[in-house]
Protein backbone atom coordinates (compact mmCIF):
# COMPACT_ATOMS: atom_id res chain seq x y z
CA UNK A 1 0.00 0.00 0.00
CA UNK A 2 1.02 3.35 -0.12
CA UNK A 3 1.26 6.32 2.26
CA UNK A 4 -1.11 8.22 -0.14
CA UNK A 5 -3.80 5.36 1.25
CA UNK A 6 -2.96 4.68 4.16
CA UNK A 7 -2.25 7.52 6.29
CA UNK A 8 -0.58 5.87 8.95
CA UNK A 9 -3.50 3.40 9.56
CA UNK A 10 -1.10 0.51 8.02
CA UNK A 11 2.26 -0.68 7.72
CA UNK A 12 4.57 -0.72 4.71
CA UNK A 13 7.71 -3.27 3.92
CA UNK A 14 9.33 -3.78 1.46
CA UNK A 15 7.73 -6.60 -0.57
CA UNK A 16 11.05 -8.24 -1.79
CA UNK A 17 12.23 -8.61 1.51
CA UNK A 18 10.88 -11.46 3.47
CA UNK A 19 12.64 -10.89 6.24
CA UNK A 20 10.78 -7.31 7.02
CA UNK A 21 7.46 -8.86 5.88
CA UNK A 22 8.28 -11.39 8.67
CA UNK A 23 8.96 -8.80 11.05
CA UNK A 24 5.34 -6.88 10.42
CA UNK A 25 3.65 -9.86 11.23
CA UNK A 26 5.25 -11.00 13.98
CA UNK A 27 4.79 -7.24 15.18
CA UNK A 28 1.09 -7.27 14.23
CA UNK A 29 0.80 -11.03 16.15
CA UNK A 30 2.62 -9.50 19.50
CA UNK A 31 2.02 -6.38 19.97
CA UNK A 32 -1.64 -5.76 20.20
CA UNK A 33 -1.25 -2.01 21.53
CA UNK A 34 0.40 -1.64 18.29
CA UNK A 35 -2.37 -3.65 16.53
CA UNK A 36 -5.16 -2.05 17.70
CA UNK A 37 -4.26 1.45 16.76
CA UNK A 38 -3.55 0.19 13.07
CA UNK A 39 -7.02 -1.22 13.15
CA UNK A 40 -8.84 2.02 14.94
CA UNK A 41 -6.70 4.28 12.56
CA UNK A 42 -7.62 1.75 9.59
CA UNK A 43 -11.33 2.21 10.32
CA UNK A 44 -11.22 6.23 10.27
CA UNK A 45 -9.20 6.20 7.00
CA UNK A 46 -11.90 3.96 5.33
CA UNK A 47 -14.67 6.70 6.43
CA UNK A 48 -13.43 8.53 3.65
CA UNK A 49 -13.47 6.40 0.95
CA UNK A 50 -16.96 6.33 -0.40
CA UNK A 51 -18.67 5.53 -3.58
CA UNK A 52 -20.50 8.74 -3.79
CA UNK A 53 -16.66 10.54 -3.33
CA UNK A 54 -15.16 7.88 -5.74
CA UNK A 55 -18.03 8.74 -8.30
CA UNK A 56 -17.60 12.47 -7.73
CA UNK A 57 -14.11 12.87 -8.53
CA UNK A 58 -13.89 10.44 -11.80
CA UNK A 59 -16.88 12.42 -12.92
CA UNK A 60 -15.13 15.73 -12.16
CA UNK A 61 -12.16 14.31 -13.95
CA UNK A 62 -14.19 13.40 -16.91
CA UNK A 63 -16.03 16.88 -16.93
CA UNK A 64 -12.34 18.05 -16.99
CA UNK A 65 -11.21 16.64 -20.32
Same mark, same amino acid.
Given at each position: $? ?10 ? !?????? !? ?6 ? =??? /? /? ?5 ? =? ?6 ? $??? +? !??? =? $?? $?? !?? /? +?????
Amino acid at each position: $SIPEVLKGAGIQ !TDITDP !TAIAHAMI =KCN /D /DHAFTNS =KRLAGTTT $SKG +F !TWT =K $SS $SQ !TL /D +FYNSL
